[in-house]
């Protein structure tokens, strides 16, 4: 029967998991951001990086190559965790700038045009609707970090030898347990941001203002009471700390990556820096859990 | 209550819902089993409380609610998975297409993707939006948009359909269309239909049983399609000289007779009586009929009834008002 003659019959057909039905709103913003040109050209860039990685790491086991170009072989970098570190330092930068240009996006419109209630008079709870929409953050910026952080950890190992790969492979966990750090942080902060504040550009000036007016407000609190503990609400300083500890990076001149780095003297503990994050993370998720609701409670 | 046959589709059962230090809903007690119930109720009376409550947007502070059984405090998603909810403010999503819109609600209630197309496709031809699915929503009249958030609460085949407020900000014949489509999917008999509204007209028009709120208590709960039946039987008479003896004479013949010393008097006839024997009576007690009607209280009586006094809800389920003369 052709679409328009149909009239109104109730569904009974199979219904989809529970479990799985906030991939359906990751999967509309997926297809939503697709249509943004800049966004894949900007994806795309990113993996400029990381390819420059590959190209090192081939070159120091291809000595054919550097010959070829006349490149000795010490004269690369080495491939250890400063390299990685490195890597990582990068990659998270332009996670950062990525984050910033989708992030506030992605609950705002829906605050400004009244749709939760929509989503929450499904089957569908406000855990899974935060979920739907981080996953989108987290799956982009995942496919600029860890994903080929591993890969570049794999190819390393494959060229260096099994001896290599077994030993270092605190190296695989750092990459990835500060990649998720990193990411969990941007994505819940971009969501709080983006429930609070309803218009885009300035939820977008204001993630740009937590990291680098903090961490300027930071550093005055430092000059002024001669202390260190203006580090707390800088995010860089304690997500580098923590990279620090997890890639057991000994500290030096200006140790880390871009700007991520800690320099000597200013470090606080690693615990604090944990806690502060985990702080961070909380408060971002109350926030959330003020924002999303059915309807807005005005008291 | 209404028939007592049929099962009920809500339950109130004490309950109180609190949004800061104010009582919204105080103490609820009922049970609704129309097939299409309306929900009336000045500006915070608490009807759009009552639908997020039973949408489980609010807690219940105490007492709880069930829906075809299920309690919303225990089985929330269970209940939410039964219900369609189309919401009184402009709701939808930005920069997305009417079908879009549609298909993506239907995902989210557990369709999967192709059926969830069909069904988007279906409910926009059925709401008669047909030919401009494709547009963005942000271009829709409100006619359109009020008919999307029509479609989308219909999408996944709820059996139960909140509608806040439907007919809001429509014109006269958008309003006529809302309202067809509303007694159409009410007689199709698949789905049961909750109507939040102020319109008594619209109750009247789509609706077959009442529940009026006033200041969080339930003023007053009446099967219409019962009302309408007894209607056959009610009478109401202008008369000049009645008297104790002519009420008394027609309680013989069998009527039920209000008369409140003035000269209106009341009457539900048994099905043996006429209106010929009504006048005869009246003629042997030198009554003059001047006026002789057969409507009984409309929705709109019964409900300037209800705002006048609020009948405290018993503490057993509270009972309809109907059969009051």
């Known amino acids: 029967m052709a679409v328009y003659k149909r009239t109104y019959h109730r569904y009974e057909g199979r219904l989809t998991p529970e479990w799985s039905r906030f991939l359906v709103l990751t999967r509309y913003s997926w297809e939503e951001m697709n249509r943004i040109r ?84 499904r089957p569908f709870s406000r855990t899974e609707y935060v979920l739907g929409r981080m996953s989108i953050i987290l799956i982009l910026l995942s496919l600029m970090t860890w994903i080929p952080g591993l890969l570049l950890f794999l190819l390393q190992g494959y060229l260096e030898g099994w001896a290599w790969f077994t030993g270092n492979l605190r190296l695989a966990f750092a990459l990835l347990a500060g990649s998720l750090i990193w990411i969990a942080l941007l994505g819940l902060m971009s969501l709080a941001v983006s429930a609070w504040v309803k218009w885009k550009p300035i939820a977008g000036g204001l993630l740009f203002g937590i990291f680098f007016v903090a961490a300027g407000f930071g550093e005055a609190i430092n000059a002024v009471l001669r202390t260190k503990w203006g580090h707390l609400i800088n995010v860089s300083h304690l997500v ?60 | 209550m209404s028939a007592a046959t049929n099962k009920p589709i809500i339950e109130l059962e004490d309950l109180v819902v609190q949004i800061g230090n104010r009582v919204i809903l105080k103490k609820l007690n009922g049970s609704l089993s129309g097939r299409s119930i309306g929900l009336l109720g000045p500006n915070g009376a608490g009807k759009s409380t009552l639908l997020n409550t039973l949408l489980g947007f609010h807690r219940p502070a105490s007492g709880t609610a069930r829906i075809f059984g299920f309690d919303i405090r225990t089985h929330a998603k269970q209940v939410r998975s039964l219900l ?25 209630a557990g369709l999967p993707r192709e059926e969830a ?41 709820p059996r139960l359909l909140l509608l806040d407020e439907p007919t809001n900000g429509l014109d006269p014949p958008a309003r006529r269309r809302m309202l067809r489509l509303i007694q159409e999917i009410r007689d199709r008999g698949e789905v049961h239909i909750l109507i939040s509204s102020h319109l008594l007209r619209d109750v009247e028009e789509c609706c077959d049983e009442v529940l009026i709120l006033k200041d969080g208590n339930i003023a007053a709960s009446c099967n219409l399609e019962e009302e309408r039946r007894s209607n056959r039987h009610f009478l109401e008479l202008e008369t000049k000289g009645a008297g104790d003896d002519f009420v008394y004479r027609l309680q013989e013949l069998g009527c039920q007779a209000a008369w409140a010393g003035n000269s209106r008097v009341k ?27 057969h409507k009984r209280d409309s929705l709109e009586d019964i409900f300037l009834k209800a705002m006048e006094a609020v009948i405290p809800a018993p503490p057993e389920k509270a009972e309809v008002t109907h059969g009051r003369i």
Not at chain 1, 66 to 85: C, H, P, T, V, Y
């Open chain 1, 38 to 121: 800049f966004l894949n050209m900007f994806l795309l860039g990113t993996m400029i990086w990381p390819l420059v990685c590959a190209v090192t790491i081939y070159l120091r086991y291809n000595l054919s190559a550097l010959e070829l170009i006349g490149i000795n072989a010490s004269d690369l970098i080495a491939i250890d965790s400063k390299f990685f570190l490195t890597y990582l330092g990068v990659q998270c930068m332009f996670a950062f700038f990525l984050n910033s240009f989708i992030g506030p996006g992605l609950v705002s419109p829906d605050l400004a045009n009244n749709a939760l209630p929509l989503y929450l008079s």
């Open chain 1, 240 to 299: 580098g700390t923590v990279w620090l500890s997890l890639f057991e990076e000994p500290m030096r001149r200006g140790s880390g990556a871009v700007f991520f780095r800690v320099f000597p003297g200013e470090e606080i503990p690693v615990w604090m820096c944990w806690l502060a994050l985990f702080g961070m993370c909380l408060f971002c998720l109350w926030l959330l859990g003020k924002k999303i609701r059915g309807v807005e409670i005005v008291r």
């Open chain 2, 84 to 108: 369609g909810y189309m919401p009184e403010n402009d709701s939808f999503i930005a920069n997305m297409s009417g079908i879009r819109f549609v298909r993506l609600m239907a995902e989210l």
């Open chain 2, 117 to 157: 197309t069909e069904r988007a496709h279906e409910a926009f031809f059925y709401v008669g939006l047909g030919e401009v699915r494709y547009r963005n929503i942000g271009t829709y009249s409100l006619g359109m948009k009020q008919m999307t958030k029509l479609a989308q609460a219909l999408v996944h085949g």
């Open chain 2, 267 to 293: 009457l539900v006839l048994p099905k043996r009586v006429g209106v010929r024997e009504i006048y005869q009576v009246a003629s042997e007690c030198g009554v003059q009929i001047r006026r002789l009607n």
